[in-house]
């Protein structure tokens, strides 16, 4: 069965305080890892997809990166606004799955 | 261009009340999805529509769980007799492609259910 596993569940940063945040899982075999950002009583908004280990991907102050076994979530100089729950999750490579599994998330609060 | 829409945003049903839930999907995006997310809990997969065809039911919880995508479009999910479990927040997504190509997940932004 595929899992995720975020950590931590919750992290506090002071404005420009940069951290990581950290996605593990355990898939058949990978067809994609997803990067989501979730704000209070909205759906989830997709940031990034990798691929492959070793594959990098940026936006902004965010850069995801992927091994075998997790990913992270690296934040660079976090503003107030990066506030949000940032959510992983997998797609796995069987035929015909579609699904994505994921993890509880990571409460993200920047303090100014 | 509009993103996925989805109706109502709230609904408060009382326990054993039939509720049907609507998804608009992006123009042109094949593959409709449906999750559900509890309070504090990441999405959990429902189902899985490529166009009108339902190929995945795998995620519904219980036979009153009940989703279709007639016309390959708009989706409606349909829970009957309502329980106090089912209250969560129900979430739809669509992505462009077929299987493996352009998948990226886009969702609506959720309709909350709660069941008194």
């Known amino acids: 069965e595929d899992q995720v596993t975020q950590s931590p569940e919750a992290l506090r940063l002071q404005e420009g305080e940069s951290s990581s945040l950290n996605c593990s899982y355990t898939v058949s075999g990978l067809r994609g890892l997803f990067w989501y950002r979730q704000d209070p009583g909205k759906g989830p908004e997709f940031l990034f997809t990798?691929?492959?280990a070793g594959e990098e991907k940026e936006k902004e102050r965010l850069k995801a990166t992927l091994t075998k076994k997790e990913s992270f979530l690296h934040i660079t100089a976090p503003k107030p606004e990066d506030s949000a729950t940032y959510l992983c999750?997998?797609?796995?490579?069987?035929?015909?799955?579609?699904?994505?599994?994921f993890g509880t998330g990571t409460r993200l609060t920047i303090i100014p | 261009g509009a993103g996925v829409s989805q109706s109502p945003r709230y609904k408060v049903a009382k326990r054993g009340q039939d509720v049907a839930l609507r998804c608009d999907p992006i123009?042109?995006?094949?593959?409709l999805f449906w999750y559900q997310q509890a309070l504090g809990q990441g999405p959990e997969f429902l189902t899985y529509?490529?166009?009108?065809?339902?190929?995945?039911k795998s995620g519904l919880p219980s036979d009153r769980f009940f989703a279709e995508r007639p016309e390959g479009s708009v989706s409606t999910l349909k829970i009957q007799r309502t329980q106090q479990e089912d209250s969560a927040v129900y979430l739809c997504a669509s992505s462009l492609g077929t299987a493996g190509v352009y998948n990226e997940q886009f969702f609506g932004p959720g309709t909350r259910l709660t069941v008194l």
């Open positions: 529509f490529q166009n009108e065809a339902q190929l995945d």
């Open positions: 123009s042109g995006h094949v593959s």
């Open positions: 999750a997998v797609q796995a490579a069987n035929f015909g799955n579609e699904k994505l599994t």
């Open positions: 990798l691929y492959s």
